[in-house]
């Protein structure tokens, strides 16, 4: 069993609905949570990062962290055609050094007009 | 300020032989990291460096070599190419203290027949 799970879709959805991408995780240490999105054919984008249990809001993404769960999800409200793209969560136990996040396998998300 | 760039784009490759790839960042970061990327399969970590001069071992060494000269360069090194390093390769750098972000390349796609 991977330490990060994934769901890899594809999920599509139309304008506008709320987008919800999740991760489960085993590594009970992890601390740092991210997001990252990946257009087709380019290097991954951080998107949200957040430290410990919680959520974080940026514009209409929210990211949401259950470390009880081991769970994380990212939410888009308001989808649009230009979200369609890969999402790669990631994490990692510490801070600092040379402590390497560990990625899902990442959902691919389609956005149809 | 370019980022982070990866030369070349993409390579077509014949079993046995070899190549390198040249991951470039302009940004002063002191860690580097190459990633292969395979369909399902999510990003997986060859090798990285945490300054220059030293390399470290990730998840998938087997078949690749680097170096780590000069800070804003770490190269990527296939000896021998074998099919199975078909993929598409991303290089990233971060920042050290903060959020520790991650900037990704735009990547290289080789292809080994």
């Known amino acids: 069993q991977k330490e990060v799970e994934q769901d890899p879709g594809p999920l599509s959805v139309p304008e506008g609905a709320i987008v919800s991408l999740n991760c489960t995780y085993s590594?009970?240490?992890?601390?740092?949570f991210m997001w990252y999105r990946q257009y087709s054919r380019k290097g991954p984008e951080l998107l949200m990062y957040t430290y410990s249990s919680g959520n974080k809001e940026d514009g209409r993404f929210t990211a949401q962290v259950d470390k009880s769960s081991k769970y994380i999800s990212l939410f888009i409200r308001d989808s649009q055609p230009s979200d369609s793209a890969t999402y790669l969560c990631?994490?990692?136990?510490?801070?600092?050094?040379?402590?390497?996040?560990?990625f899902g396998r990442g959902t691919s998300l389609i956005v149809h007009p | 300020n370019a980022g982070v760039t990866q030369t070349p784009k993409f390579r077509v490759l014949k079993t046995g032989q070899s190549m390198t790839l040249l991951c470039a960042q302009d940004?002063?970061?002191?860690?580097m990291y190459w990633y292969r990327q395979d369909p399902g399969m999510g990003l997986r970590l060859i090798h990285y460096?945490?300054?220059?001069?030293?390399?470290a071992k990730g998840e998938v060494p087997d078949g690749y070599n680097v170096s780590r000269l000069k800070k804003q360069n770490f190269l990527l090194g296939l000896e021998s190419a074998a099919p199975s390093q078909t993929s598409v390769y991303f290089c990233?750098?971060?920042?050290?203290?903060?959020?520790?972000?991650?900037?990704f390349g735009p990547g290289t796609r080789l292809l080994v027949l």
């Open positions: 990631a994490m990692k136990y510490a801070s600092g050094g040379s402590y390497i996040p560990t």
């Open positions: 940004m002063n970061h002191e860690y």
């Open positions: 460096s945490v300054g220059e001069g030293t390399t």
């Open positions: 590594n009970s240490a992890f601390q740092y």
């Open positions: 990233a750098s971060r920042t050290s203290g903060g959020q520790e972000t991650q900037y």
